[in-house]
């Protein structure tokens, strides 16, 4: 029976005809294709019965188009009423007071706020206007002249500087009012939910005498302080990267908070080491269903249980209990409930050593493991100082490049972040120009020329100087832009000081057959406004961590000397 036609205006009732299925009078033929049995030979009796079915039909559609109508009317005044409890009460005179026309979407905490940013912050990430989700975004007029000002010049500050200026450019070219706020989400941000709005008029600011009105600083507190007296109740915080800045408003009564979504890692979280100490009852809890096999010099050992999901990729483990058999081995396959941990090479025996170096504790042991790993495309190693980064990442590559063959040269760089006072430019070539950032590099090279020459004499260890030299290359990271590195082994020293994004410019320059190493110590950051949590060492730490192909490794104890591990421990 073929479907009567659709309805051609909303909620209008059918016609008696549209049930009428066939339009067919009684006795005429019906066409071919659309055969009724039902309505053949007996369609005069049936058609009294459709006209009742139609009339019953009519009454059930009037009766649910009231029932639609009286629930339509409930739920418009129900929405109307709960947009009314929800809404912010704000002042309309205010740009920011276009919050209340904004979508009804569900917000994630509560009501919205007002964020002032401070012109640190926009420098310091330009795509800081679109991470503060479903809350609206402020900017005074005195942060886009101090925008203006540090645009010029090829730093990382400037750069971002102009970043910004063309994502708010971006923004105000979508057409809308100005005045009534800028869709942050208009460029393509969907996870941004609010609006940016400008100063576009005089606020009434009232800051003590003690604060000189001309300084931007005082210009920026005193606007969030008119803001917060026109928004009232709602919330009005300033974000700053500057920690004075945050004092000074704080004193003032005002909200303020530092930029946390650079950060890696929220405090209290806890860096990840690469390691994990197994349970003393490992083998009576899992000896049990363990699976065994021997490949090469390693042993392979296939687990189940509950340790299994808190296990890594490429991630170390270790067991030492008195009384139960030690073990020391790396995840390398996870598959649903199981795990394969295999054993390590003991590169802590003199057979075993790396360019004559032999490891001295667990950590350094599971590090050369990961140096050594043709597998492993990507290392991380975090420790103290005097804990033997440099000279095992340098051990490893003479080895893998001299004797292997397994890369063509050694590339050296690091962050020209000095300690003290800058001493100036530098003469020479690129390479001297390094120079003077490359002590770590000369020292560990002295020890390791003077290890592997024995009593070659004179002639020997200059003969093996030149070598090595010929195969370290040191680059300056100012011009790593566009470079591709194949089969080359990449050294990456200092890399706390690099910033995140300077630490994937790094890493993207990485071709075929090429193994990076970061090498870091997480508390001699030097540079501004970097810290633990956002520096990028503890970004490619975090972002790494359980890739097949990556591994990270913490060194805890030192091996430098007995002054400089109690120097580490006491000063």
Aim: net charge neutral; proline share 5%; charged share 25%.
């Amino acid at each position: 029976m073929p479907l009567p036609p659709a309805p051609t205006q909303r909620a209008s009732l059918l016609s008696n005809t549209a049930f009428d299925h066939t339009h067919i009078t009684p006795g005429k033929a019906l066409p071919r294709g659309k055969k009724n049995n039902a309505l053949s030979e007996t369609a005069p009796v049936q058609k009294s019965t459709r006209q009742e079915t139609t009339e019953n039909l009519i009454m059930k559609v009037e009766t649910t188009r009231s029932i639609k109508k009286t629930h339509t009317a409930i739920g418009e005044t129900h929405v109307e009423t709960s947009l009314r409890q929800s809404a912010p009460v704000v002042d309309k005179s205010t740009p920011a007071a276009t919050n209340n026309n904004r979508s009804t979407k569900a917000k994630k905490t509560g009501p919205t706020k007002l964020f002032v940013l401070d012109t640190n912050v926009l420098m310091h990430d330009p795509m800081c206007l679109f991470r503060f989700e479903e809350h609206d975004v402020f900017l005074p007029m005195i942060v886009l002249e101090e925008l203006d000002g540090h645009k010029k010049g090829m730093t990382e500050v400037a750069r971002n500087a102009r970043q910004t200026s063309r994502s708010l450019d971006a923004l105000a070219a979508q057409g809308s009012d100005i005045s009534q706020g800028l869709s942050l989400a208009g460029t393509g941000h969907v996870d941004a939910t609010g609006k940016l709005f400008f100063q576009t008029q005089t606020l009434d600011v009232s800051l003590p005498i003690s604060l000189p009105q001309g300084k931007a600083d005082n210009q920026i507190l005193g606007v969030v302080k008119a803001l917060g007296h026109q928004m009232s109740p709602r919330e009005v915080v300033l974000v700053s990267k500057d920690i004075n800045m945050r004092v000074k408003a704080r004193a003032l009564g005002l909200a303020a908070e530092d930029y946390q979504n650079d950060k890696v890692l929220e405090d209290g979280d806890i860096l990840y080491a690469g390691v994990m100490a197994l349970p003393a009852d490992f083998w009576s809890r899992h000896g049990k269903a363990v699976e065994s096999w021997q490949q090469g010099s390693h042993t392979f050992y296939r687990i189940s249980g509950p340790v299994v999901p808190s296990l890594l990729m490429n991630q170390f483990v270790y067991l030492e209990a008195p009384g139960e058999p030690s073990l020391y081995a790396r995840v390398t396959e996870i598959r649903g409930k199981t795990a394969v941990l295999r054993t390590l090479k003991d590169f802590t025996h003199l057979k075993n050593s790396v360019w004559g170096v032999t490891t001295r504790n667990r950590e350094q042991n599971f590090a050369m493991n990961l140096l050594t790993d043709p597998e492993v495309d990507f290392v991380t190693l975090a420790g103290t100082a005097g804990t033997g980064k440099t000279l095992m990442a340098l051990a490893a590559g003479l080895t893998q490049v001299l004797d292997d063959r397994r890369y063509t040269e050694i590339i050296m760089t690091r962050a020209t972040v000095s300690v003290g006072e800058d001493i100036g430019f530098l003469p020479g070539t690129e390479e001297e120009k390094m120079g003077p950032w490359m002590g770590a590099l000369d020292d560990n090279l002295e020890f390791l020329a003077k290890g592997d020459g024995g009593n070659a004499g004179e002639w020997g260890r200059a003969a093996t100087n030149e070598l090595i030299r010929s195969r370290i290359k040191i680059k300056s990271m100012n011009f790593m832009r566009g470079r591709t590195f194949m089969n080359k082994y990449v050294i990456i020293d200092e890399a706390q000081n690099l910033t995140p994004k300077q630490m994937k410019t790094l890493i993207t320059r990485a071709g075929p057959g090429t193994k990076i190493i970061c090498m870091g110590n997480l508390a001699q950051i030097d540079t501004p406004y970097l810290t633990e949590g956002s520096s990028g060492l503890t970004y490619a730490v975090d972002r790494f961590k359980g890739w097949a192909h990556g591994g990270h490794i913490t060194l805890a104890r030192g091996e430098r000397s007995r002054l400089a591990d109690f120097a580490s421990e006491v000063l």
